[in-house]
T-cell receptor, first 115, second 116 residues
Framework: SAVISQKPSRDICQRGTSLTIQCQVD?????MFWYRQQPGQSLTLIAT?????????ESGFVIDKFPISRPNLTFSTLTVSNMSPEDSSIYLC????????????FGPGTRLTVL | AQKITQTQPGMFVQEKEAVTLDCTYD???????LFWYKQPSSGEMIFLIY??????QNATEGRYSLNFQKARKSANLVISASQLGDSAMYFC?????????????FGKGITLSVRP
């Protein structure tokens, strides 16, 4: 499976500010995925990021709130903009690896708390 | 209707015993894949095991096995010889179809606690 790193691992932010989360993969991948996991909840897909094209957002998520960059095949960023306490979550990036049926492998996550 | 249903409350198991975590799913696709992930308190999501809809045999990976009952649309995870390090959240997930439009849908998860 790919080795995926995320920065920062955790952060505490003030409402109204923005935070950019980085996701780095040790091999080239076509698609990268960003998920949100609110406290005590399951994972929800925010968007799929392909290199060289606009990210595809899921229902309920918009580019103004969660802008995504995908400058190359090993890196992506997710920005959480104009944060509110409701944005407190774990944010995870994932990629399809060499496992069966394009298994998704996840980064270690970014634990965000908004005060 | 929910695509993945995990209804068990927190589960407890004695160390070295086996435990079954339930998962039922809902799909009209013929081709789909079922996945189990483990999430320890650190937050990372660890892939455990995969079962394809066309696989005739139950998947196994070390101490993990998947009890796949297609007609009942269930894909229960069996953990044998539980260890203290197995204490975590466990998520069942499904991927329908294939290609760029194929997305991974997660259940709500089950908390497993292993008692010494």
């Amino acid at each position: 499976s790919a080795v995926i790193s995320q920065k920062p691992s955790r952060d505490i932010c003030q409402r109204g500010t923005s935070l950019t989360i980085q996701c780095q993969v040790d091999s080239q991948v076509t698609m990268m995925f960003w998920y949100r996991q609110q406290p005590g909840q399951s994972l929800t897909l925010i968007a799929t990021a392909n290199q060289g094209s606009e990210a595809t957002y899921e229902s309920g998520f918009v580019i103004d709130k969660f802008p995504i960059s995908r400058p190359n095949l090993t890196f992506s960023t997710l920005t959480v903009s104009n944060m509110s306490p409701e944005d407190s979550s774990i944010y995870l990036c994932s990629v399809e690896g060499r496992g069966p049926a394009d298994t998704q492998y996840f980064g270690p996550g970014t634990r965000l708390t908004v005060l | 209707a929910q695509k993945i249903t995990q209804t068990q409350p927190g589960m407890f198991v004695q160390e070295k015993e086996a435990v079954t975590l339930d998962c039922t799913y809902d799909t009209s696709d013929q081709s789909y894949g079922l996945f189990w992930y483990k999430q320890p308190s650190s937050g990372e999501m660890i892939f455990l095991i995969y079962q394809g809809s066309y696989d005739e045999q139950n998947a196994t990976e070390g101490r993990y096995s998947l009890n796949f009952q297609k007609a009942r649309k269930s894909a229960n995870l069996v953990i044998s010889a539980s260890q203290l390090g197995d204490s975590a959240m466990y998520f069942c997930a499904m991927r329908e179809g294939a290609g760029a439009n194929s997305k991974l849908t997660f259940g709500k998860g089950i908390t497993l606690s292993v008692r010494p």
